[in-house]
């Protein structure tokens, strides 16, 4: 894994020969050694393809190549760093809490509403969110932002889990989505405006919960 958390604001990342590191655009903090940076117009492992959903998506954060040898402390807005392992899986995360990610990674767009169905596309609306996340599978690492740290959340086909769409980072394994509304569940222990509104992950896999409800 290429991400070793110095706190809980910055991260290391070792670059070596012929690897590539993809980070967003200003989270280089500093770097030591024979390391460059390009503005990736690829769309990043994904390709040409990955790149134009995004952009259709309005999932289009700006990304830079980080090729060399060296390390580099990424870092962002103050934000918290969780680092994320997987292994062969996917990950679901918004393209704004994308700090940096192995290059190895392949990169992709999911539409949310195929499978929330009519409510995933209100998830949308309510979150201010896009109606497409982004998605990262394969063997690697990503280091995600949040506001206030991260709480990995285990989702299990017996026990669904219920997230204030505001505090949702991201998710992985075979998990399903959907937005219910719940009279007074606002009131009571969210916060925003408008209707009550929860979203709701079943299956297998576990959701990345932010101790916060505010936008990054």
């Known amino acids: 894994m290429p991400f070793r958390e110095i706190n809980s604001k910055v991260v290391e990342a070792t670059v070596l020969p012929g690897q590539k590191l993809f980070s967003q655009r200003g989270a280089m903090l500093a770097y030591k050694g024979d390391v460059s940076f390009t503005p990736n117009i690829q769309g990043g492992q994904g390709g040409l393809a990955s790149m134009i959903g995004r952009r259709v998506a309005n999932e289009a954060t700006p990304l830079m190549t980080v090729e060399g040898s060296g390390t580099v402390l990424f870092g962002h807005g103050g934000h918290h760093i969780q680092v994320i392992s997987l292994s062969g899986d996917t990950l679901y995360v918004e393209a704004d809490r994308l700090l940096a990610f192995d290059g190895t990674l392949q990169q992709g767009t999911m539409f949310m509403g195929s499978q929330g169905g009519v409510m995933g596309m209100?998830?949308?609306?309510?979150?201010?969110?896009?109606?497409?996340?982004?998605?990262?599978?394969?063997?690697?690492?990503?280091?995600?932002?949040a506001h206030g740290g991260v709480v990995e959340v285990p989702i299990t086909p017996q026990r669904p889990v219920h997230v204030d769409p505001q505090a949702y980072v991201a998710h992985h394994g075979d998990v399903r989505n959907k937005l219910s509304t719940a009279l007074g569940w606002r009131d009571m222990v969210g916060r925003g405006s408008g209707?009550?509104?929860?979203?709701?992950l079943s299956g297998s896999g576990a959701v990345f919960v932010q101790a916060s409800e505010d936008k990054l």
Request: glycine residues 16%; aromatic residues 6%; proline residues 0%.
């Open 195 to 200: 209707e009550a509104f929860q979203l709701e």
């Open 122 to 145: 209100v998830r949308g609306q309510v979150t201010g969110q896009g109606l497409f996340t982004t998605t990262l599978k394969g063997q690697g690492a990503v280091a995600v932002m």
